[in-house]
């Protein structure tokens, strides 16, 4: 079918929803998440620029923006689920890279194939790039568990999500953009109006050994 078949997808991932099978007072689908990855990446890979780092920034666009594609296939997978154990991992990344490769050799006009290969391979590496991405996906975590607390969600795994999107990013090797966020972004976290204590379930995280 050619390109059409991956133009027509996007509507795909606009239909599935993250965190799925928990109420939720906002409903995120994976095309959004998508998008606000690139803004979060946009804004921490300059704060990286500003502090001496060389950004490739086309390759940065392309790893934000293609990182959750593969969820066209296969839908959302709760990160409790993902990362139960590293075999369960290693299985799901397996499948969804097989499932990517059928696609694209079947739907991709056989002359952009290399650059789909390229494009669309697993972005989380140990590049700047694929660091600032794996930031910008955990803070599209952490935004997510926030908007829900601070309505006032009592549901316990939104105060799991929040806990563990803020510690894995204070824990990630960018210096800078860690710095920004703990000792900037999360004054104003601190200080938002919120119907469960955000404030506290931060300050345990903060303060943690």
């Given amino acids: 079918m050619g390109i059409h078949r991956f133009f027509t997808s996007m509507n795909d991932l606009e239909r599935i929803i993250r965190c799925p099978g928990k109420f939720k007072f906002e409903e995120h689908n994976v095309a959004a998440h998508s998008w606000k990855v690139s803004q979060y990446a946009m804004f921490f890979a300059t704060i990286e620029e500003n502090n001496g780092e060389v950004i490739d920034w086309k390759a940065l666009y392309e790893k934000t ?14 990160t ?57 996906d955990k803070l599209d ?50 200080r938002e109006d919120t119907a469960l204590d955000v404030k506290a379930f931060t300050l345990k995280v903060l303060q943690a050994p």
């Avoid at 139960?84 to 890279?97: C, G, N, R």
């Avoid at 997510?144 to 799991?160: H, I, M, Q």
């Fill in 141 to 190: 975590q952490f935004y997510e568990s926030f908007a829900e607390l601070k309505r006032g969600n009592t549901d316990p795994e939104f105060v799991l999500m929040y806990q563990e999107a803020l510690t894995k990013l204070l824990k990630l090797p960018l210096p800078a953009s860690v710095a920004y966020f703990r000792d900037i972004m999360l004054e104003d976290v601190k």
């Fill in 80 to 136: 409790p689920v993902k990362h139960a154990s590293p075999e369960l991992k290693q299985m799901i990344a397996h499948v969804e890279d097989k499932m990517m490769e059928k696609f694209i050799l079947e739907e991709i006009p056989e002359e952009f194939q290399p650059v789909f290969f390229h494009r669309m391979k697993e972005g989380k590496d140990a590049s700047i790039e694929g660091r600032i991405l794996e930031f910008a």
């Fill in 65 to 78: 923006i293609n990182h959750d594609f593969a969820e066209v296939f296969i839908g959302d997978i709760k």
